[in-house]
């Protein structure tokens, strides 16, 4: 497809005559994924679609006993920024949250961000130069220790370190700069207009790890943490047990900033 067959399609997305679905399922098809098709619908001022409920609305956290997963290939390692493949990956996301994730439709949708930014609300600049995340208040990590906007900025800092020799780092190669504008609230600075400025932070290459636990593995220690294999996130699983190569254990997390979750109680992913 050329420029302008695609600026065509973007059109019948904007009057309606194609609809956002059908736009996604097309550039799936031409080897996108679906959050970079929602994002060029967003470039082009297209407001993303509101995500659908769940369904489901829970009253209280746990009740549901243990969850066995049987995974295709047992993960590794348990750090989001050192995964090879999505084995890892998908074990790492039992701990870790980005800022926020993906809907099957390829909307944003908020994890650890408070919001999702836009030019509506103020955080995200039209020419695509900067983004404003304002992150949620009163989240914690597993050690009780509080979530902030420095380990948002030290994530930057790790990541974009060579010597930490990061798989995620190109995902935040085109960061300037990250401005703290004050505890909750960080101003990310692009080196040019990013079109796809929620690839850093978000989705599977956006996981954040706390800083007072990785700091001192900076570069060429990165490999040396032991937070590689015993996590300590935010999400709504606390760490066990793990044996790479084989099998994870992970316990509710019951002071999980998201209410009346997990379900489960534990939960095992075996590989």
Not at 24 to 41: R, Y
Not at 184 to 190: A, D, E, G, N, Q
Request: proline content about 8%.
């Amino acid at each position: 497809m050329d420029e302008q067959g695609l600026r065509e399609l973007i059109e019948d997305v904007r009057v309606k005559r194609l609809s956002r679905r059908h736009f996604i399922q097309a550039m799936v098809g031409l080897g996108l994924t679906a959050p970079m098709a929602a994002q060029m619908l967003a470039a082009s001022s297209i407001a993303q679609a509101q995500p659908k409920a769940s369904g489901f609305t829970p009253t209280r956290r746990g009740g549901g006993g243990q969850l066995k997963v049987l995974w295709w290939q047992a993960p590794t390692l348990l750090n989001p920024h050192f995964a090879t493949g999505t084995k890892d990956q998908d074990a790492a996301r039992v701990f870790y949250e980005p800022l926020a994730g993906y809907d099957p439709d390829g909307n944003i949708v908020p994890a650890l961000a408070a919001e999702v930014p836009s030019v509506d609300n103020g955080g995200l600049a039209k020419d695509g130069t900067w983004v404003i995340w304002r992150l949620k208040r009163g989240v914690t990590w597993h050690d009780g220790k509080p979530f902030t906007a420095d380990d948002v900025v030290f994530n930057w800092e790790y990541v974009s370190d060579p010597a930490t020799a990061a798989v995620t780092s190109g995902s935040y190669r085109e960061i300037a700069r990250i401005d703290k504008i004050d505890s909750h609230t960080v101003k990310l600075v692009f080196t040019k207009p990013q079109p796809f400025w929620a690839d850093a932070f978000c989705g599977p290459r956006g996981m954040l790890i706390p800083k007072h636990v990785f700091e001192p593995f900076k570069g060429a220690k990165s490999r040396e943490a032991p937070a590689n294999l015993k996590p300590v996130g935010t999400g709504a699983y606390r760490f066990v047990d793990f044996k790479p190569g084989d099998v994870v254990r992970a316990e509710a997390n019951p002071a999980y900033h998201v209410p009346n979750r997990p379900f489960f109680d534990t939960l095992e992913m075996k590989g």
